[in-house]
């Protein structure tokens, strides 16, 4: 049984910071490209970072670069958002999707999902 299972969100203060986790059974995690996407309401899902198998590739929302950091723990099976400098425009749910690596750049591409995790920023 594939599954995605995201942890870590929460309620920080503008410029903060925040880790957000991604535990991942039932592949080959070492063959699966990873991304964070995001989806305030009413608003559309957007990407917010993808990683590569191996770590090599990464590609980041420009609302996030020089802030955000993502990054993979092959021992763990987990992958991780490190988020800095936190602004209230960041809150939403987060999703992590597994995948190959330029379908997980899009909401609409072949891939799995998690359900989700809470970032709440506040002003």
């Known amino acids: 049984q594939v599954q995605l299972v995201e942890s870590g969100g929460g309620l920080v203060q503008t410029g903060g910071s925040l880790r957000l986790s991604c535990a991942a059974s039932g592949f080959t995690f070492s063959t699966l490209a990873l991304a964070w996407h995001r989806q305030a309401p009413g608003e559309r899902r957007e990407l917010v970072a993808a990683?590569?198998?191996?770590?090599?590739?990464?590609t980041y929302g420009d609302s996030v670069k020089g802030r955000f950091t993502i990054s993979r723990d092959e021992a763990k099976n987990t992958v991780y958002l490190q988020m800095n400098s936190l602004k209230p425009e960041d809150t939403a749910v987060y999703y992590c999707?597994?995948?190959?690596?330029?379908?997980?750049?899009?909401?609409?591409?072949?891939?799995?999902w998690g359900k989700g995790t809470q970032v709440t920023v506040s002003s």
């Open positions: 999707k597994g995948g190959r690596y330029q379908s997980v750049l899009t909401t609409l591409g072949h891939g799995t």
């Open positions: 990683i590569a198998p191996g770590g090599d590739r990464s």
